[in-house]
């Protein structure tokens, strides 16, 4: 039988369907890969081979009654931001020790009642705070992407596979899993996937619920798929998608069929590109890679518009004032009284003191701080105001440029993959991997990014496309037309499958 | 706190003198109202109060990871609703923000509140101090979660947090600084207790903590500028709302007086020491970096909703009041005792219905009030029902029974219960009134006195000695201006 894992979920779901192989031994399949695969690159944080194995025996039932669901019997990863019913979830924090939630993300409910299995918890960023999977208490995830040394032989470095959605991509790229959940609050779907050559899509906000995702920024955060084709996206973001009368963001919208857009291609869609993220230090192969997506879509009878966010460098600032401010709030709840980790001192403010210094990470710590700085009387107006006017302004630039174009196209990232260690000392560099992210987030808008060619060292790179609110539409059938031009783009060698 | 607009001058009954002259003290309150509500206001959870600790938490309560707050409609139907009571601004967008603070029984570490834009803006309400009609201004109304409890008493190392009032709605109505006398501010809490429970916004049970109040004084020579304010927390009875008014007055007028300044602080009230000690400086406050929840959106209203619920809002004390005066020929007094509680006004309009409505109120407040209180029981609890007092007075009104015998009517209807009429009939209490039985009643008396109609003749006072006779013979039953008409007639006098 052929390696079932490097399937993509659409190929798996019909080879199910046309029962060439049985949900258990697809499942069996990644399960034995993550057994090998997993310790060199620290995808999972905690592997559920029972529950999926469970899942997986139950899909085959319906498979074979003929009642299969629309994701019945794929193997899926589930990033460990997402609360799971009865097993342990920790946003990859030391604060929530052991903790075991009695419910489960309204995410992943919607998954598992499609049919999905999970094979396990994913990495990431402690509470989804990075972009580089550095920063977990599970330690650093390592992208299966290894660059290609000037002898012409794989380096030794180990690449960070972004984050803070690490995890999933590394272990989509690595095929650990057809598809994977994860969450963006400033880039943390689309960076990772474009550091991965994988698709990661973040909706509209209030398109995906947050009930049952540990909150980072609650204004900004959204859940997303990634996977390794657009396709899968399109089938993943369908089921992901949806009302919740538990989060009232949630946006009470009727979700398309995103899957019979794909092939529709872009005949006379205006594309527009924004000045503004022609930024100072862009590499050359990230601008010849924008060219070359322009002109993908030229050629598939797109029109190509110069457009300008006036406002775009304001969004990354803005986005540190309030991401942080929103975070500082959030993670108060952390407090060693009710689950997690406590640390008892001899009064009360000091067990606080001493249960949040242990249970947080120092990036957590620095947003907590930054973000209670930026919320105290007397900095109020001067920060956390007056970014939330820059992020109106953000809005409005994108409201007038829907004027005159359907969809807008940039880089993901501003660079490759970058190796452990390179940035993590230097937070200022690497909040700049956000930079063409954030503007995203914080005027509310999905966006996607497609993998779309490799970097000299051979690591991938990734093109956005950002929509109008709830046109994800428009980015999957825009999405194909780069696939279909870029090709996909595979990880040459399985260096880490042990054994 | 800041000064009203237009600043009447200070009553002289209402000054405290001091040692160097006179003080006007300044009062203006925060009265925290429970919504009444049968979940609370994020969550599903029950708020039945007295339940076991830790058993009405959801897991939106007990600020679970990835949890989320959903507004409770209803609690915000009650607060416009309040707002409609009070005849105050309902603002049609209005924002909840998150008060950030750590507290075991705060398990969000944040309260959700509304801070810049409450639901509810500027109204006012009516009171009245000895028979003094005042008006006091309410600065806004907002909604907000209360926190848990926090346990102290359970375990010699150890505190507990009980988590069941943990998110429960509350009313936080700020009134304006404008009360100038214990006796204000305790005629503004009763009055607005009134227009809560009238409403059926909030029950106002006190002893329940379901409404409570923070009490902010300050003292100054009448005329002068405001003074430093102290905030006396979470008062909880109207009773030691009084205490405190004045205690902490004194308090203040002592210090400046001894050449001190007051301190802007947050102040405890111990009733058992009649006393208000320090619990907070204005240097300890705590700094709450209020910003809006970003887990709600704004509170958008449409002023047909808002209309809608003013449509169905109940009449209110000073309208039923008002009512009670032209319709039923009420005096301000005893229409004020009536409208009090809307129940009594209730049972009260029930007896008066298509009834001589004085008599009803007389009636309803003499002899029910004075009995219900005399036995300490509630109107609810009352035996005796609206119909068994009106059929009493309606038996008052046609002359069936005198005033005397309706008494003991009323008592056996009070112990043994029965219809009014039936009893009357059955055990012969029906006031005579027949002409021929009467006379014949009269003329017995006349026939065996024959000293007595004599002397009356000489002393026409004489003829009550004749009614006592004719009342004794008749066992009360008799009507007794017919008595006398028919003994006028036949004595002739």
Not at chain 1, 425 to 446: K, Q, R, S
Not at chain 2, 87 to 113: E, M, T
């Amino acid at each position: 039988m052929t390696d079932l894992t490097k399937l993509t979920l659409s190929q798996a779901r019909d080879g199910l369907v046309a029962k060439k192989f049985s949900a258990r031994e697809l499942t069996d399949s990644f399960l034995t890969a993550i057994d090998k695969g997993n310790a060199a690159l620290n995808a999972y944080v905690l592997p559920t081979p029972e529950h999926a194995r469970a899942q997986a025996d139950e899909s085959d039932k319906r498979l074979k009654s003929g009642n299969a669901r629309p994701l019945e019997g794929l193997p899926l990863g589930n990033k460990d931001l997402f609360c799971t019913n009865g097993i342990r979830t920790t946003a990859c924090s030391k604060i929530l020790g052991n903790f075991v939630p009695a419910y489960e993300s309204t995410v992943g409910q919607n998954l598992w009642n499609a049919g999905g299995v999970m094979l396990g918890k994913l990495n990431n960023d402690e509470f989804a705070m990075g972009s580089s999977n550095e920063t977990s208490a599970f330690g650093n995830v390592v992208s299966p992407w290894r660059r290609i040394g000037k002898n012409g032989k794989p380096s030794t470095d180990k690449l960070v596979p972004g984050g803070s959605s690490g995890g999933s991509s590394a272990a989509v790229a690595a095929d650990l899993c057809l598809a994977a959940t994860a969450t963006d609050t400033g880039g943390s779907i689309r960076q990772p996937a474009a550091l991965t050559g994988t698709v990661g899509i973040k909706p509209t906000y209030g398109r995906c619920s947050r009930w049952g995702i540990v909150a980072f920024a609650s204004s900004l955060d959204q859940a997303g798929p990634i996977t390794k084709t657009v396709r899968d996206a399109a089938m993943m973001l369908k089921v992901m998608a949806g009302h919740d009368a538990k989060d009232s963001t949630s946006v009470d919208m009727p979700v398309p069929d995103y899957e019979a857009v794909l092939g529709k291609g872009v005949k006379g869609l205006r594309v527009g590109v924004p000045n503004e993220y022609r930024v100072d230090g862009m590499s050359a192969e990230v601008q010849k890679l924008w060219d070359d997506g322009i002109a993908w879509l030229k050629a598939a009878g797109a029109t190509i518009h110069d457009i300008s966010l006036p406002h775009t460098k304001y969004a990354l600032p803005a986005y540190y004032i309030v991401a942080p401010a929103e975070a500082s709030s959030n993670l108060a709840r952390y407090d060693g009284m009710r689950y997690g980790l406590r640390v008892n001192g001899s009064n009360l403010t000091e067990t606080y003191e001493q249960t949040r210094a242990e249970g947080f990470g120092k990036e957590v710590r620095r947003r907590i701080l930054i973000g209670t700085y930026v919320l105290s009387a007397g900095y109020y107006d001067a920060y956390y105001l007056k970014a939330q006017k820059v992020r109106t302004l953000i809005k409005r630039d994108f409201d007038d440029a829907w004027n005159t174009v359907d969809v807008m196209l940039t880089p993901t990232t501003p660079s490759p993959a970058f190796a452990a260690g390179e940035k993590s000392g230097d937070p200022l560099a690497m909040y700049l991997e956000d930079i063409f992210t954030v503007t995203v987030n914080m005027a509310g808008l999905p966006g996607i990014s497609v993998p779309a060619g490799l970097s000299s060292q051979g690591t991938p790179l990734g093109l956005q496309l950002i929509g109008k609110p709830f046109d994800e539409e428009t980015l999957f059938r825009t999405a194909q037309v780069i696939e279909d031009a870029a090709g996909r783009f595979a990880v040459p060698d399985r260096w880490w499958i042990k054994g | 706190m800041s000064s009203s607009k237009s600043e009447a001058a200070a009553k002289p009954s209402n000054l405290i003198s001091g040692d160097t002259g006179d003080w006007e003290v300044v009062i203006g309150l925060e009265v925290h109202a429970q919504v009444a509500s049968n979940a609370k206001l994020f969550s599903g959870a029950s708020t039945e109060y007295g339940a076991e600790p830790n058993s009405h938490v959801s897991l939106v309560d007990a600020a679970m990871p990835g949890m989320l707050p959903v507004i409770n409609r209803e609690c915000v139907a009650q607060a416009i609703r309040t707002g409609l009571g009070l005849n105050a601004q309902v603002n049609l967008k209005s924002i909840f923000d998150r008060k950030n603070y750590f507290y075991p029984d705060l398990p969000q570490g944040y309260q959700i509140s509304q801070y810049k834009q409450p639901v509810v803006g500027e109204g006012k309400i009516e009171i009245d101090v000895d028979g003094e009609a005042l008006t006091v201004g309410v600065e806004r109304l907002h909604l907000e979660q209360d926190a848990g409890k926090s346990l102290h008493d359970q375990h010699p190392d150890y505190s507990y947090v009980d988590l069941n009032r943990s998110g429960v709605a509350l009313m936080e109505i700020v009134s304006k600084p404008d009360m100038r006398s214990a006796k204000q501010a305790q005629a503004y809490v009763t009055k607005l207790r009134t227009i809560l429970r009238y409403l059926g916004t909030c029950d106002g049970d006190m002893e329940k903590g379901n409404l409570r109040a923070d009490v902010n004084v300050s003292v100054r020579k009448p005329g002068t500028e405001l003074g430093t304010r102290c905030e006396i927390k979470n008062v909880n009875s109207i009773r030691f709302i009084g205490q405190a008014i004045e205690v902490e007055a004194r308090r203040q007028i002592e210090i400046i007086e001894d050449g001190g300044k007051i301190d802007q602080e947050t102040r405890l009230f111990d009733p058992a020491r009649g006393e208000t000690r320090s619990m907070r400086s204005k240097e300890e406050a705590h700094d709450y970096r209020y910003f809006p929840d970003p887990d709600l959106l704004p509170l958008e209203l449409k002023q047909d909703y808002v209309d809608g619920l003013q449509q169905h809002l109940p009449e209110l004390p000073d309208e039923k009041r008002s009512r009670f005066m032209k319709d039923f020929g009420l005096s301000a007094y005893d229409a004020n005792v009536l409208v009090a509680e809307r129940p009594s006004a209730d049972y009260f309009e029930q007896v008066a219905q298509g009834r001589d409505g004085k008599l009803a109120a007389n009636w309803v407040i003499n002899e029910l009030f004075g009995r219900l209180n005399k036995e300490g029981k509630d109107i609810a609890a009352s035996p005796m029902s609206a119909d068994q007092l009106g059929s009493i007075v309606d038996l008052i009104s046609s002359n069936a029974i005198s005033g005397k015998i309706a008494k003991d009517l009323f008592e056996i209807v009070w112990s043994e219960g029965g219809d009014p009429a039936t009893i009357v009939e059955a055990r012969g209490m029906k006031q005579v009134t027949d002409t021929g039985a009467l006379e014949k009643a009269v003329d017995d008396i006349i026939a065996a006195n024959p000293d007595k109609v004599e002397q009356a003749k000489a002393k026409p006072s004489m003829l009550g000695w004749f009614v006592g006779q004719v009342m004794k013979g008749t066992g009360g039953k008799a009507n007794p201006a017919a008595v006398n008409e028919i003994l006028k007639q036949k004595l002739g006098i």
